[in-house]
């Protein structure tokens, strides 16, 4: 093993400060130009660096929405920093003096108090009132529920959210019948038998959520599917408020975005102003080793303790094996301790953290000096660099281990400002790979059956005629009614296992990193350093490709076995969690991004499996096909 090291020092960055105020605390230059831009324009590109001040950007769009008592609605790409997102929201209200009346955690908090803004010392606007911050993913969903069917119009809404949530709400109202059967009569082309007061309703209760202003965060960190249902939810909001007043909508991402927008801000920096990173050394290891393993092999000795750690890697794998060394907090997607490592309440509080995508895209941890990191793409690493350094005195220190091939991608000059360190992570990294899915067949029919079933409940909300006909929708034979919901409604995914030893935790996730009992249909502690692949019998794919099956009868028919280690291979058909699942065989005819690398890629993040034909095989030298589970 050789390594070799590289220092640089970026200068400290500043954010210059505007003239406007909320509740006391000053906003930044372009939070300011944001809240003016949302006068004139409907959709914004905010493009700022990490740390600049995003969050805080959402009380801008707050503040416009008050005097019409909208909506304000916050959409985050994972439920972790829609969590972490609302920590500080409601942070930030207490320090604007703000009383709380009532909260539940992880679901709500009410807020009464004054809302009072003001521009070169003049009040420009205040408002007082009650105000409502609610958190609506799959695990507040029947406490945030209850208390917006309290909210009415006249109060002030803060809803924090995922791309998927704000639509699936109207499935779960408890008002009106299955959104399953709304579906199915659509694809089959006849009129769902639903009461129009019961869709009036269905209708007005939207309407109070869902036609105000939406704060998208970190927009460039979504993946294909995830923009697909973004993109239909935003279908859906401008289609009905096509003749009240539209939607406005603020993209927020830390890089260029390519998107269709009225007027882009840039957060600009500058010599004085709001520090928003405070002086760090970024030191470079070049190894001609698997730089995780190299992080996992020498994580004792890189520990500071005198200074609170984040290491970040992106296994799961290898977190696992930092744990079964070091004492420290786990930040992983996974609701589990593991080894030295426990899950903590308030990350914020520990002193050494361990994670991968779900401490590094977003969580604001406020005295994080110094880190030993590892990424694959430039936008990874500096959003995984953005996470240090970011509050206080002193002198970040970040360690980044990386690939010896890159070394001769360095700069001459070791002193950088934010332009040049970005061209550093530019030049060292590949920029990540859009995976396309939102293109795939199923994505656009997912898109026109949704649309259809919202346009169908329009039609008889609004006593119109409804003329339906059947959808040239590819469908297995045996679908179920509740499956229809589970197809359309869902992004892929959504498919539990169990722990050996107790309690359940994302299917794919634990089937990537951890060994499975194949007689007990449970997964062991024993991490896997081998990602999983399926081996089909050869020349039974063929007929499968880009359809919608049900997962049991793909893998009688094709024989499927998944290897999750260099020697054993499981029978599919008695693996119990994808009983009721549906699969959808994608290859180039399918996806115009597929090849073997795009398919290994997507199968380390999203629910899907690489799978190849061979009867004799134990891996997979070239993908036949990725297997999409939902």
Request: proline content about 4%; hydrophobic content about 40%.
């Given at each position: 093993?050789?390594?070799?090291?590289?220092?640089?020092?970026?200068?400290?960055?500043?954010?210059?400060?505007?003239?406007?105020?909320?509740?006391?605390?000053?906003?930044?230059?372009?939070?300011?130009?944001?809240?003016?831009?949302?006068?004139?324009?409907?959709?914004?590109?905010?493009?700022?660096?990490?740390?600049?001040?995003?969050?805080?950007?959402?009380?801008?769009?707050?503040?416009?929405?008050?005097?019409?008592?909208?909506?304000?609605?916050?959409?985050?790409?994972s439920r972790e920093l829609v969590k972490d997102q609302a920590k500080s929201i409601i942070s930030t209200l207490k320090r604007m003096g703000l009383n709380v009346k009532e909260e539940k955690e992880n679901a709500y908090t009410i807020f009464n108090g004054k809302i009072i803004a003001k521009s070169n010392g003049q009040?420009?606007?205040?408002?007082?009132?009650?105000?409502?911050?609610?958190?609506?993913?799959?695990?507040?969903?029947?406490?945030?529920?209850?208390?917006?069917?309290?909210?009415?119009?006249?109060?002030?809404?803060?809803?924090?959210?995922?791309?998927?949530?704000?639509?699936?709400?109207?499935?779960?109202?408890?008002?009106?019948?299955?959104?399953?059967?709304?579906?199915?009569?659509?694809?089959?082309?006849?009129?769902?038998?639903?009461?129009?007061?019961?869709?009036?309703?269905?209708?007005?209760?939207?309407?109070?959520?869902?036609?105000?202003?939406?704060?998208?965060?970190?927009?460039?960190?979504?993946?294909?599917?995830?923009?697909?249902?973004?993109?239909?939810?935003?279908?859906?909001?401008?289609?009905?408020?096509?003749?009240?007043?539209?939607?406005?909508?603020?993209?927020?991402?830390?890089?260029?975005?390519?998107?269709?927008?009225?007027?882009?801000?840039?957060?600009?920096?500058?010599?004085?102003?709001?520090?928003?990173?405070?002086?760090?050394?970024?030191?470079?290891?070049?190894?001609?080793?698997?730089?995780?393993?190299?992080?996992?092999?020498?994580?004792?000795?890189?520990?500071?303790?005198?200074?609170?750690?984040?290491?970040?890697?992106?296994?799961?794998?290898?977190?696992?094996?930092?744990?079964?060394?070091?004492?420290?907090?786990?930040?992983?997607?996974?609701?589990?301790?593991?080894?030295?490592?426990?899950?903590?309440?308030?990350?914020?509080?520990?002193?050494?953290?361990?994670?991968?995508?779900?401490?590094?895209?977003?969580?604001?941890?406020?005295?994080?000096?110094?880190?030993?990191?590892?990424?694959?793409?430039?936008?990874?690493?500096?959003?995984?660099?953005?996470?240090?350094?970011?509050?206080?005195?002193?002198?970040?220190?970040?360690?980044?281990?990386?690939?010896?091939?890159?070394?001769?991608?360095?700069?001459?000059?070791?002193?950088?400002?934010?332009?040049?360190?970005?061209?550093?992570?530019?030049?060292?990294?590949?920029?990540?790979?859009?995976?396309?899915?939102?293109?795939?067949?199923?994505?656009?029919?997912?898109?026109?059956?949704?649309?259809?079933?919202?346009?169908?409940?329009?039609?008889?909300?609004?006593?119109?005629?409804?003329?339906?006909?059947?959808?040239?929708?590819?469908?297995?034979?045996?679908?179920?009614?509740?499956?229809?919901?589970?197809?359309?409604?869902?992004?892929?995914?959504?498919?539990?296992?169990?722990?050996?030893?107790?309690?359940?935790?994302?299917?794919?996730?634990?089937?990537?990193?951890?060994?499975?009992?194949?007689?007990?249909?449970?997964?062991?502690?024993?991490?896997?350093?081998?990602?999983?692949?399926?081996?089909?019998?050869?020349?039974?794919?063929?007929?499968?490709?880009?359809?919608?099956?049900?997962?049991?009868?793909?893998?009688?028919?094709?024989?499927?076995?998944?290897?999750?280690?260099?020697?054993?291979?499981?029978?599919?058909?008695?693996?119990?969690?994808?009983?009721?699942?549906?699969?959808?065989?994608?290859?180039?005819?399918?996806?115009?991004?597929?090849?073997?690398?795009?398919?290994?890629?997507?199968?380390?993040?999203?629910?899907?499996?690489?799978?190849?034909?061979?009867?004799?095989?134990?891996?997979?030298?070239?993908?036949?096909?990725?297997?999409?589970?939902?």
């Open positions: 093993m050789t390594t070799i090291t590289q220092e640089y020092h970026i200068n400290p960055i500043y954010l210059p400060l505007g003239d406007m105020e909320i509740n006391g605390i000053r906003l930044r230059k372009f939070q300011e130009e944001l809240y003016l831009a949302l006068e004139k324009n409907n959709k914004i590109c905010l493009q700022a660096p990490t740390g600049s001040g995003k969050t805080f950007s959402i009380f801008a769009l707050f503040l416009h929405a008050m005097e019409l008592r909208r909506p304000v609605v916050g959409i985050y790409p009040v420009i606007r205040e408002e007082e009132g009650d105000i409502y911050v609610v958190i609506l993913t799959s695990e507040s969903k029947n406490d945030a529920y209850e208390i917006l069917s309290n909210y009415n119009p006249t109060q002030y809404l803060i809803m924090l959210t995922v791309p998927e949530y704000p639509y699936m709400y109207i499935s779960h109202l408890g008002k009106m019948p299955s959104m399953s059967t709304v579906i199915e009569a659509v694809i089959k082309g006849v009129k769902p038998e639903i009461p129009k007061d019961v869709v009036r309703d269905l209708f007005t209760q939207f309407a109070k959520f869902f036609n105000g202003y939406f704060f998208i965060d970190e927009y460039h960190l979504y993946t294909g599917l995830s923009r697909s249902s973004l993109k239909l939810l935003i279908k859906m909001i401008d289609d009905y408020n096509a003749n009240n007043l539209p939607a406005k909508y603020v993209f927020s991402s830390a890089t260029p975005v390519n998107l269709p927008c009225e007027k882009t801000i840039t957060a600009t920096t500058s010599n004085e102003g709001d520090l928003i990173r405070k002086e760090t050394k970024l030191v470079f290891h070049f190894t001609t080793t698997n730089p995780q393993e190299e992080i996992v092999n020498n994580v004792e000795s890189l520990i500071d303790s005198d200074r609170k750690t984040s290491i970040i890697v992106d296994r799961v794998y290898y977190i696992a094996e930092i744990c079964e060394k070091i004492e420290a907090s786990v930040v992983w997607g996974l609701d589990k301790t593991y080894g030295k490592c426990k899950k903590s309440e308030d990350i914020r509080k520990e002193k050494v953290l361990v994670g991968n995508h779900a401490i590094s895209f977003g969580v604001d941890i406020p005295d994080l000096d110094y880190g030993i990191i590892h990424a694959h793409d430039a936008e990874t690493a500096i959003q995984r660099i953005g996470r240090f350094g970011r509050h206080g005195n002193g002198i970040a220190e970040i360690h980044i281990y990386l690939k010896a091939g890159n070394i001769g991608k360095l700069l001459k000059e070791n002193e950088l400002d934010l332009e040049k360190y970005l061209n550093l992570i530019n030049n060292l990294y590949k920029k990540r790979i859009d995976d396309g899915l939102d293109s795939i067949e199923f994505a656009n029919v997912r898109e026109e059956v949704m649309i259809k079933s919202y346009e169908t409940l329009k039609k008889i909300a609004n006593s119109e005629n409804v003329t339906l006909g059947k959808m040239n929708v590819n469908l297995p034979q045996l679908i179920q009614a509740e499956d229809y919901f589970k197809l359309f409604a869902f992004r892929p995914g959504g498919i539990e296992g169990k722990w050996c030893n107790g309690g359940k935790d994302d299917f794919f996730t634990m089937i990537r990193n951890f060994e499975y009992d194949y007689e007990k249909h449970c997964f062991k502690d024993t991490p896997l350093k081998q990602n999983p692949e399926v081996i089909l019998a050869s020349g039974t794919l063929k007929k499968y490709l880009g359809k919608i099956v049900r997962a049991s009868e793909f893998f009688h028919h094709t024989e499927a076995k998944i290897v999750i280690n260099k020697n054993v291979k499981i029978e599919m058909s008695e693996m119990k969690e994808l009983s009721d699942a549906f699969v959808i065989p994608l290859n180039s005819g399918r996806w115009s991004k597929f090849n073997t690398e795009m398919a290994r890629l997507v199968a380390t993040y999203a629910s899907a499996l690489v799978a190849c034909e061979g009867d004799n095989k134990f891996t997979c030298d070239k993908a036949d096909a990725l297997l999409l589970f939902i």
